[in-house]
């Protein structure tokens, strides 16, 4: 009896044991192998609504993928010197404010309008110096000293008058302002200007003819007060260095001459001093240059 009641506790116990495994097993299979599911966005959190959720992460997401491209060359890095692209490929431009420049300057000076004497030019040369005080106006000032050679209003040969009898030298103060059509972010910056000038000439003979002259004679002296213009272009080399090119116009608002001391009684060349000189100081001048310009 006690055998047989030993026999199928055992049996009973297997069977428990064996169901608890397989009903174990069928838990276990279900927890760990979930079927996959897509996370549900709530529809707010912290006050930002389930859009404002989508958009930020696709801007996240562009931004790491911009982040990765280096900036693409284009025909504008030829064209522009101030852009550039930050690691976002945004564009950013110079940051503005007020630049020092300066430049050297060189070219020829002659006169417009004088039928009196053939004028020929030899040099000028000079330098300008102005502020930027936008990305488009600069106020400028500059010096330029020249040389031209002219005839004079006497025929002293037969068949025509020598071109190379005095030398007109002139020095010239300016000041006014230019303003440029495009910003500094264009490599080509065309620009107009205008302003006032106050020149100091004297004409002279030409080493050529002062040897006719054992003494020294006097200068004929001109002053004048003038109005100017100017166009011209700049032409960016980096940010900081630019090549230019203008052209100048200068017209007389006003003049004064100091004659040679012995104008009343003047013959020949010395005349012909007279007579030039007093048709110059009424003529406007205009002049050409090339430069080398630095912002700082």
């Known amino acids: 009896m006690a055998k047989l009641f030993g026999i199928i506790f055992s049996v009973v116990t297997i069977s428990s044991a064996h169901l608890s495994m397989v009903h174990a097993e069928n838990w276990d299979m279900g927890y760990a192998k979930p079927s996959p599911e897509v996370e549900e966005i709530p529809d707010s959190i912290n006050g930002d609504t389930k859009a404002d959720i989508v958009e930020a992460g696709d801007v996240h997401q562009a931004a790491d993928q911009d982040q990765e491209k280096p900036p693409v060359s284009s025909f504008s890095n030829i064209t522009k010197i101030s852009t550039a692209q930050n690691t976002f490929g945004v564009e950013t431009v110079e940051k503005t404010g007020l630049k020092l420049y300066i430049s050297p300057v060189a070219g020829l000076t002659s006169v417009m309008g004088n039928g009196t004497v053939d004028v020929i030019p030899q040099y000028a040369f000079g330098g300008r110096a102005g502020l930027l005080v936008s990305d488009n106006v600069m106020v400028e000032g500059g010096f330029t000293y020249s040389v031209m050679n002219t005839s004079t209003p006497i ?128 003529s406007a001048t205009y002049t050409g240059t090339v430069g080398m310009g630095v912002y700082f």
Do not use: C, W
């Open 155 to 282: 025929n002293l040969y037969m068949g025509g008058q020598p071109s190379d009898v005095f030398a007109l030298k002139q020095s010239v103060i300016d000041g006014g302002a230019k303003i440029f059509f495009l910003g500094r972010e264009h490599r080509f910056r065309p620009f107009i200007g205008g302003g006032i000038a106050y020149a100091n000439s004297s004409l002279n003979y030409t080493p050529a003819y002062s040897s006719f002259f054992p003494s020294l004679t006097d200068d004929y002296k001109i002053k004048q007060l003038q109005g100017l213009g100017q166009v011209g272009a700049e032409i960016a080399i980096t940010r900081g260095i630019v090549a230019t090119a203008a052209f100048k116009l200068n017209g007389v608002l006003s003049t004064s001459t100091q004659s040679i001391s012995n104008a009343s009684t003047a013959t020949g060349l010395e005349a012909g001093k007279v007579q030039a000189g007093d048709s110059l100081s009424h």
